[in-house]
């Protein structure tokens, strides 16, 4: 179990939460289940060949796991798991 | 270098202070900063970087004023719709601090002139609006070894952060790639909060200024995030890429590329069977031909204006209701501007609806060509 903080583009795929509560003891896990329960935000952060897409970083805590071990990096229920896409405004 | 006695008294608050002192102001009269774009982000950083007194400061931007930046573009005034961003905005800047230096560029920043214009400063900030753009900025300021000083904006969400400054890590490093096209809402699309580029231009403001200083802990290898609604700031770590294509350890991309081609904007390009003009949709409701006409729009931009005899759905929902549309009809889909009906044109075409057009520039070409009452957003 760990929380998720969803950011504003994607919170339309979760009911406009901002965080949501998910189960797993890995990040794979925790986004697995995420996903699980809402599939139109799957299809946001995930390719079809089931990669998180390049323009979305998930980070445990305030760590990329990219730098860490990835999907199987290891989660507890005190951790926060961020997901931040790409945004490009500015004008 | 000096200062003047008029500048030792507009300085006066920053020379007292130690950080900065005569030292600082001088390394701030001495250096020279490219602001690309003078929009919302812009709009502070060059009122505010002339207000400091760097010496020089180069504008890139090639845009007109209009009614719907004023609500956040703060260095343009209600007078100043229709006349060039560079011109009304050198005009605030001059009148703020008639010592700076400006430089004009009023160009679209591009593959051919990047490098040249980049090179003749100290370090840039991305002010832009666009995925192909700031990966154009990140390149070359890495080809050429400038801080980037990054800054971007969604709604009520802003992100902070110092690119390409001493072997700290890129913008390709934190993003290898941009999103498809139409998946990442623009501000135009998505609506931002007017005082939101404030305060992220504003943090990029201070990290120009401590860099030309060398003063604090530069926002290198952190992203900072910005969150309006819930008043909150985090920091993220963020590292330069060992395989990062451009500052990574064997780059592959030694001189810029086709930007609009690695975003994949020209495959947005609309083709001409999918698309109907305004003036050819007014001519079917004349006639009371039947078609379908699908908005494809939230529910609160119907609340601001809309064609009569439209059926909403939102792009969000039209794979749910797809069952409510009549594969046997004609379909006309519109939206704000054109962007989020041809996807949904290209969504529908693919589950079998043959007779699907596109209508060209949205509402917006409706309020232009046909009628000026249904207002512009």
């Known amino acids: 179990m760990a929380k998720v903080l969803i950011p504003t583009p994607l919170r339309q795929y979760v009911e406009k939460k901002d965080s949501v509560e998910a189960e797993g003891t890995t990040v794979g896990e925790v986004l697995l289940s995420l996903t699980g329960a809402h599939p139109d935000l799957r299809k946001q952060i995930y390719t079809e060949e089931g990669k998180l897409r390049s323009f979305v970083n998930v980070y445990l805590n305030d760590e990329d796991i990219r730098y860490l071990e990835k999907d199987k990096t290891a989660v507890s229920a005190a951790d926060v798991l961020s997901i931040v896409p790409s945004i490009a405004g500015g004008a | 270098m000096t200062l003047t006695q008029e500048e030792v008294l507009r300085y006066s608050r920053h020379l007292i202070m130690p950080e900065v002192g005569m030292e600082g102001q001088l390394k701030l009269k001495a250096a ?31 845009d007109t004023v209009d009614h719907t930046n004023l609500h956040r573009q703060v260095i343009h005034g209600t007078s100043d719709v229709g006349r060039p961003k560079i011109d009304s905005a050198m005009d605030s800047m001059r009148e703020i601090n008639p010592n700076v230096k400006l430089d004009r560029h009023e160009v679209a920043l591009t593959s051919e002139n990047a490098l040249q214009i980049i090179a003749d400063y100290d370090l840039v900030v991305d002010g832009t609006d666009n995925f192909p753009t700031r990966y154009l900025v990140n390149d070359a300021c890495v080809l050429l070894g400038k801080p980037n000083v990054y800054g971007s904006i969604f709604r009520f969400e802003g992100q902070a952060t110092v690119f390409a400054y001493k072997g700290g890590p890129c913008y390709r490093c934190l ?24 305060v992220i231009g504003l ?46 350890d064997h780059p592959t991309i030694t001189q810029l590329i086709d930007y609009q081609e690695f975003c994949g904007v020209r495959m947005q390009e609309p083709t001409n069977n999918v698309e109907i003009d305004v003036l050819d949709l007014k001519k079917k409701l004349d006639n009371k031909e039947q078609f379908t006409l699908l908005d494809v729009r939230e529910v609160h931009e119907v609340l601001i204006a809309r064609i009569p005899g439209s059926t909403l759905i939102p ?22 501007s054109g962007g989020r009906s041809s996807k949904a044109v290209e969504y529908l075409r693919k589950s079998g609806y043959s007779n699907v057009k596109n209508l060209t520039g949205g509402i917006l070409a409706w309020s232009d060509k046909i009628d000026p009452s249904v207002p512009k957003y």
């Open chain 2, 32 to 62: 020279s900063v490219l602001l690309v774009g003078t929009g919302g982000l812009g709009a502070p950083l060059a009122m505010y970087l002339a207000a400091a007194g760097v010496g020089r400061i180069g504008l890139v931007d090639f």
């Open chain 2, 315 to 336: 792009l969000g929902d039209l794979e749910k209701r797809t069952t409510e549309l009549d594969r046997s009809d004609e379909i006309i889909v519109h939206c704000k």
């Open chain 2, 175 to 198: 993003y290898a790639e941009p999103p498809p096209p139409g998946l990442v809402p623009s501000c135009a699309e998505g609506g931002v909060l007017g005082i939101l580029p404030g």
């Open chain 2, 203 to 248: 943090i990029q403001a201070t990290e120009a200024v401590k860099l030309i200083l060398r003063v604090g802990e530069p926002l290198v290898g952190r992203l900072l995030l910005y969150d309006a609604l819930a008043m909150r700031f985090r920091e993220l770590k963020l590292r330069r890429n060992s395989e990062c294509p451009v500052c990574g």
